[in-house]
C-alpha cells in the first residue's frame, strides 16, 4: 500500500470517479456519473496511490448526525489488498468530524468482503435487514390476515406507547427510512405516525391486534408499484405476517415489496420468507450495517 493517500474529491476527480463504476467507458455511464456528482457533490472522498484514483466513497448526512455511506469501492484490480480497510477507516474519522454519530451502510448479505470489512474488528454491526420481492403471490397470506383483526387505528398514544414498550426494535423507531425519500432516515415519532395514518394513498400503518391486543405494527410507503414496510414489529409471529399481508393488501396494487426486518426474531423472517415466496423469483436481501462512533 505504499504511496497511498486519502483526500476529498472533486469536481476535477469525477472522470476518474465515473471509471470506477463503469467497465466500458460507454458516454452514457460516464454522464450519468457526472450528473450525480454535481448533484450531489459535497461527501466525496477518494483513495489514490501515485495520482491515480483506486477507490472512492461518499458520506452522506440525512440527518445531522446520522452519516450513510453509499458509492463505496475500490478498483476491481486493487481490491483484496487492504485498500478497503483502510480507506474506511480514514473516512470514519471524517464524519467523526463533521459530527456523525453514527455511521451506516447498505449490502448485500452475499458481499462477503463488506460484512468482513465492517463486521469485524471495524466495529459496524448489523442494523436493518430488508427483504425484498420483486413479483407477489397472487394472494400473499391472504388466510393469515384472518387470524388476526387488522385494523387502521387512529390513536396514536396507544401505538407510540405499545412500539415504544418493543425494546429489541428500539433503535430502529430512531431512524425510519423516509416515506418521502427511501434513501433518507426519518424519527418515528408522532408526527410521522399521523401523518402515516392519515395518508393512505402514498402510506400507511396497519396494525394487527388479537383480543383488543395490539400484536404487530406495520408502517408503509408506496412509490411506483412498490410497497415497502418501513418498519415491521412484531410481538408475535403471527401478529406480524398478518401485519405484513395487511399492509400488502391495502397497498394494492403493487408488483414488488420489500420489508424492513430490523430486529425481527429469526420465525418471523421465516415465515415472511415462505409466506412472501412461494413461486416469486428473484428474491433478494440486503443488510444495513450501523457503528456508533
Ligand atoms: C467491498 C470493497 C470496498 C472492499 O475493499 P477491498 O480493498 O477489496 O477490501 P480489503 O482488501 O481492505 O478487505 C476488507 C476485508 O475483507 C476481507 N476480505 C478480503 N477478501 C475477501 C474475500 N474474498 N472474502 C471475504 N472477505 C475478504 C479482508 O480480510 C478484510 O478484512 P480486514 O479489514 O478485517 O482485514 C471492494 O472489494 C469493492 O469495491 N467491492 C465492489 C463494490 C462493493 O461491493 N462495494 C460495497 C458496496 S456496500
Not at 500500500?1 to 463504476?21: H, I, N, P, S, Y
Not at 418493543?166 to 433518507?184: I, L, M, W
Request: aromatic share 8%.
Amino acid at each position: 500500500m505504499d504511496g497511498l493517500t486519502f483526500r476529498q474529491a472533486d469536481r476535477a476527480d469525477v472522470l476518474e470517479l465515473a471509471e470506477l463504476f463503469t467497465k466500458r467507458k460507454s458516454k452514457e455511464r460516464v454522464s450519468r456519473m457526472i450528473n450525480r456528482f454535481e448533484q450531489e457533490p459535497d461527501g466525496w472522498y477518494v483513495a489514490e496511490q501515485n495520482g491515480k484514483i483506486l477507490g472512492c466513497c461518499q458520506a452522506v448526512f440525512p440527518r445531522p448526525k446520522d452519516c450513510w455511506l453509499q458509492w463505496m469501492r475500490i478498483a476491481p484490480k486493487a481490491q483484496g489488498s487492504g485498500i478497503g480497510g483502510a480507506f474506511t477507516d480514514y473516512v470514519d474519522q471524517q464524519v467523526k468530524e463533521l459530527g456523525a454519530e453514527v455511521v451506516r451502510l447498505n449490502t448485500l448479505p452475499s458481499n462477503g468482503r463488506v460484512h468482513a470489512m465492517m463486521g469485524g474488528a471495524r466495529g459496524y454491526t448489523e442494523w436493518a435487514r430488508w427483504t425484498r420481492w420483486s413479483h407477489l403471490p397472487r394472494k400473499p397470506a391472504a388466510q393469515l390476515t384472518r387470524l388476526r383483526a387488522v385494523s387502521h387505528t387512529v390513536d396514536v398514544s396507544r401505538v407510540l406507547h405499545w412500539l415504544g414498550g418493543q425494546v429489541g426494535y428500539r433503535a430502529s423507531f430512531e431512524a425510519v427510512t423516509c416515506p418521502h425519500d427511501f434513501r433518507k432516515t426519518v424519527s418515528l415519532d408522532r408526527a410521522l405516525l399521523q401523518e402515516l395514518l392519515g395518508k393512505r394513498r402514498r402510506g400507511g400503518c396497519v396494525i394487527a391486534e388479537r383480543h383488543g391486543q395490539i400484536e404487530a405494527v406495520a408502517l408503509y410507503a408506496v412509490r411506483t408499484q412498490e410497497l415497502r414496510v418501513l418498519q415491521l414489529v412484531a410481538s408475535t409471529t403471527a401478529g406480524g405476517l398478518a401485519a405484513a399481508a395487511g399492509a400488502v393488501r391495502e397497498a394494492k396494487p403493487v408488483e414488488r415489496v420489500s420489508i424492513q426486518l430490523a430486529g425481527a426474531s429469526d420465525e418471523l423472517v421465516r415465515a415472511i420468507q415462505r409466506s412472501f415466496t412461494g413461486r416469486n423469483r428473484r428474491k433478494h436481501q440486503f443488510y444495513v450495517f450501523g457503528k456508533h462512533l
